[in-house]
């Protein structure tokens, strides 16, 4: 039993009202506590912007390279990200559970790289996703692919679902071999998804980006895509995060880059602290001249 609180006087600040503040993301001021706690893991309250390594990649492309020995060559990388992508089979093999950052697990999934991409499941329970403690769940959306239909259906689920238990969505917005990758696309897909109830969209960035976030009343994370040069990289984060972006979703770029940890902390640069790409290039380059003179002793 505590002892009885025999104070004559207490102090209820009764002058000061109780304070109540807007959420920090924009489209998530009305969700409930733990849905808000989970995107605060994701996204820094500090910035509203996240820089999340994607390294989910082996889920229908098996070892890709740059991701053969994850704890070998993604652990070292986690302290430098805010939020992590990842299968529930790496998160459970490689990533310790000392981890204390946020994490999309991947939740779709189906279809090999031999095979039509778009022909995916749902691929976790929720109860899982929930053991896991997950931030987030993400699933690719195919709008105009084969299974445009089953891939939305996807989202609609995972997002009932997730409303259920607290935990947001994110909606990838996958881009097709014959699908035109330009603003008017990527305004449709993203509109949907956010629509339908995602809580945060990925997508590509193109020109015009700035009409892709503006449509978009939910977050948007810039998909990485392809290796290209650093700069041109750190070029595509700031024009994505200067229109409206709310930060990165970057895999191969990241880790297929010669010097990953400095590259992560590059991109970190820009998306949090609006650093011009080609002032980013050079903290990229130092920090990698560092790796490599301790590298060689
Ligand atoms: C692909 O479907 C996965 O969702 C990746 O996480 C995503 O493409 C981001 O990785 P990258 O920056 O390598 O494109």
Redesign the pocket.
């Known amino acids: 039993m505590p002892e009885a609180d025999t104070a004559a006087t207490k102090n209820f600040s009764t002058g000061t009202p109780a304070k109540s503040e807007p959420f920090f993301l924009k489209g998530s001021n009305e969700l409930d506590w733990g849905m808000k706690n989970r995107l605060a893991s994701i996204f820094r309250p500090d910035s509203g912007r996240t820089v999340m390594l994607?390294?989910?990649?082996g889920y229908?492309q098996g070892p890709t390279t740059g991701l053969e020995r994850i704890d070998l060559n993604i652990v070292p990388l986690i302290p430098y990200a805010d939020a992590l992508?990842l299968t529930r089979g790496i998160l459970r093999t490689c990533i310790p559970p000392t981890y204390r950052g946020g994490f999309v697990v991947?939740a779709s999934g189906g279809p090999s790289i031999l095979k039509e991409l778009s022909d995916e499941e749902l691929a976790i329970s929720i109860d899982d996703a929930v053991r896991l403690n997950v931030s987030a769940m993400?699933v690719?959306v195919f709008i105009g692919g084969e299974y445009e239909t089953r891939s939305v259906n996807n989202l609609t689920r995972l997002i009932d679902l997730g409303n259920r238990h607290g935990i947001p969505t994110l909606a990838?917005t996958?881009v097709g071999k014959d699908m035109n990758r330009d603003a008017r696309y990527i305004r449709l897909a993203t509109r949907i998804c956010a629509e339908l109830g995602a809580s945060i969209v990925?997508t590509y960035y193109v020109p015009g980006f700035d009409t892709v976030t503006a449509g978009c009343p939910v977050p948007i994370v810039m998909?990485?895509?392809?290796k290209l040069p650093e700069i041109e990289a750190l070029r595509s984060a700031h024009n994505a995060v200067q229109e409206g972006a709310s930060g990165v979703?970057?895999?191969?770029?990241?880790f297929q880059s010669d010097c990953p940890t400095a590259m992560i902390q590059a991109v970190g640069k820009v998306v949090h602290e609006n650093m011009a790409p080609e002032d980013a290039l050079e903290v990229y380059r130092s920090l990698k001249d560092d790796v490599e003179k301790n590298r060689n002793g």
């Open positions: 994607a390294f989910d990649h229908f992508m991947r993400a690719q990838v996958a990925k998909a990485g895509g392809k979703d970057m895999g191969r770029n990241i």
